[in-house]
C-alpha cells in the first residue's frame, strides 16, 4: 500500500458553516433593510452583506417574499403567551409584537412582504401559512377563542402597528401601545364596549 494513500475524505474547503449561515443571512436581511429600506434591500445586496454568491440564498429561498417571510419567524420567535388570566396573555402579545416590530429593520421588512403579498397570491399564502399560522393556533390554544375571532385580534393589533410605521417611519412608542391594549382589550375579554354575542 502507497504511504501516500488518504486516511479519510478530503478536508472541507474553507467557507462558512451550513448550520450558521440561515442566522449571517437573516442579520444581513435586517441590516440591509434598516440601512437601504425594503424595496432597495435586493437579494442581491442582501447576498453581498453576507459575504455569500447570489445563488447561495436562492437555493434557498426561491424569492426575496420568502426569505423574508423566514428572516421574520426568526426575528420573533415564539410568542410569550403567559399570564394569569385572558387579559394578561392578550396584553402581553400586544406588547411583544409591538416590541419586535421596533426592532431595526423588522417593521420595515414586514410592511414590505405585506405590500408585495396584496399583488402576490403565492406569497400571500406563504405569509398564512409560515408567518401567521403557527401564531394564530398559539393564540387560540392560550385564550380559547375561535379562528376567526384571533385572526380579528391579529388584523387589528399588526394592522394598527405596521400603519403608525407606514405613517411615520418609527414604531408606536410605549404610551401608544398602552392605549392600543386598553382599546382592544374589552373587545376581547367581556370588559366595556365588548362585542355583543352572534348566534
Not at 20 to 42: I, K, M, P, Q, S
Not at 178 to 185: E, N, P, Q, Y
Request: aromatic share 6%; hydrophobic share 45%.
Amino acid at each position: 500500500m502507497s504511504s501516500s494513500t488518504s486516511a479519510g475524505p478530503p478536508a472541507r474547503p474553507p467557507g462558512r458553516p451550513r448550520a450558521g449561515l440561515n442566522a449571517v443571512l437573516f442579520a444581513a436581511t435586517l441590516n440591509t433593510v434598516d440601512e437601504l429600506g425594503y424595496a432597495r434591500a435586493t437579494v442581491e445586496r442582501i447576498a453581498a452583506a453576507a459575504g455569500v454568491a447570489k445563488s447561495t440564498v436562492y437555493r434557498r429561498w426561491p424569492s426575496k417574499g420568502e426569505l423574508i417571510v423566514d428572516c421574520l419567524l426568526d426575528a420573533f420567535g415564539p410568542a410569550p403567551l403567559e399570564g394569569a388570566d385572558r387579559a394578561e396573555i392578550m396584553a402581553s402579545a400586544i406588547r411583544w409584537v409591538a416590541g419586535k416590530i421596533g426592532e431595526p429593520g423588522v417593521g420595515d421588512a414586514f410592511a414590505g412582504v405585506f405590500s408585495d403579498a396584496i399583488s402576490d397570491p403565492a406569497l400571500r399564502r406563504i405569509l398564512a401559512e409560515r408567518l401567521q399560522d403557527p401564531y394564530r393556533l398559539a393564540l387560540q390554544e392560550a385564550l380559547g377563542e375561535p379562528e376567526e375571532r384571533v385572526l380579528f385580534f391579529i388584523d387589528v393589533v399588526v394592522g394598527a402597528l405596521l400603519h403608525r410605521m407606514g405613517m411615520t417611519g418609527g414604531p408606536m412608542v410605549d404610551a401608544d401601545v398602552t392605549a392600543l391594549v386598553g382599546m382592544v382589550l374589552p373587545h376581547f375579554t367581556g370588559g366595556p364596549g365588548a362585542a355583543p354575542e352572534t348566534g
